[in-house]
């Protein structure tokens, strides 16, 4: 039996959280400083609007959001896994049942209060983040369509976090960014899904089909690119971080495509985790519009998530 702690890292996705991490941090940055129309270009965000104490908040509550999401997804899983995933911390005796509910439904709620309490978010759409959480882990075994669920659950974190210090409003650039995130993990979702099946299922997958998932995971740098030619009088310090972190992000998601394109036992599951760290570089492509400052630890968080994988397991 694993530790304790390491049964928590592979329950909660704890590889995953650094991408949580980032998350909130870029949706709160760019809320602060983007402008009241889609095509209005940003300011360097002014950090005047940093505190400690809030990002430590919406870290602690995205972090629980997300871990109590996973508890919960391996329980209502615990008969698949036991059947396709054994090596799981559930079948493998680690956790039981009834604690992997327990601490799920725990996790959630600290995590929800982190956010309105802590953090200052709206609990309107901190409740809309939970219930969708709730809503994929209890449908997304049941219908292909729950990873649309699971794009709106980043989706959501993104406008909640967004809202932080003091309920403030979304503005139209951030629902933007929000949604492309939300694109872009359905865009993971949707290979992850055929990770449990066999690589010749796979392969044989329509051509239509294949494309989609690939436009969803490329959607973040494309619309970059477009803000690029619509913001042509950008200084030249954030044209260049959006370009270059832009290709990181393109690489990542290159490289995985490659990856899981191999067809080969085990390459759905890598080239999963290399998109699901790849998160990091997505937000640090969209904040290098607006807060450049940020766009360090961002790529750092993103190494650090890659890492954690090489010992957690991230999907």
């Not at 003091?166 to 359905?186: R, T």
């Amino acid at each position: 039996m694993k530790s304790y702690f390491s049964a928590w890292m592979s329950m909660a996705r704890g590889a995953n959280l650094p991408t949580v991490w980032t998350n909130v941090l870029a949706a709160w940055a760019i809320n602060a400083g983007a402008g009241p129309s889609l095509r209005w270009m940003p300011e360097w965000t002014d950090m005047g609007f940093f505190n400690p104490s809030t990002l430590m908040w919406l870290i602690l509550g995205g972090s629980l959001v997300y871990a109590g999401g996973c508890f919960l997804n391996d329980a209502c899983d615990h008969q698949f896994d036991q059947e396709n995933r054994p090596e799981r911390p559930i079948p493998q005796g680690d956790i039981s049942l009834g604690r992997a509910w327990a601490l799920g439904i725990l996790q959630l709620g600290l995590g929800g209060w982190s956010l309105v309490a802590g953090a200052g978010c709206s609990w309107k759409w901190t409740l809309g983040l939970l219930l969708c959480i709730l809503a994929y882990d209890l449908v997304h075994k049941r219908t292909a369509w729950g990873i649309l669920l699971m794009g709106g659950c980043r989706t959501l974190l993104w406008i909640t976090a967004a809202t932080a210090a003091g309920g403030m409003l979304p503005a139209p650039l951030l629902y933007l960014w929000a949604v492309a995130m939300g694109a872009y993990v359905v865009g993971i979702s949707w290979y992850a899904r055929s990770e449990s099946k066999s690589p010749q299922t796979h392969k044989h997958q329509s051509s239509l089909l294949e494309r989609i998932p690939i436009v969803l995971l490329f959607i973040v740098p494309l619309i970059s690119l477009a803000y690029l030619v619509l913001w042509n009088n950008l200084d030249p310090i954030r044209t260049f971080l959006v370009n270059l972190v832009g290709l990181l992000a393109g690489g990542i998601v290159f490289f995985a495509i490659l990856e899981m394109r191999k067809g080969q036992k085990g390459s759905i599951g890598q080239g999963v985790s290399r998109l699901l760290g790849g998160i990091c570089a997505v937000d640090a492509t969209m904040l290098s519009f607006h807060a450049p400052l940020l766009v360090g630890p961002c790529v750092l968080l993103g190494a650090i998530a890659h890492i954690l994988q090489k010992k957690f397991a991230a999907t």
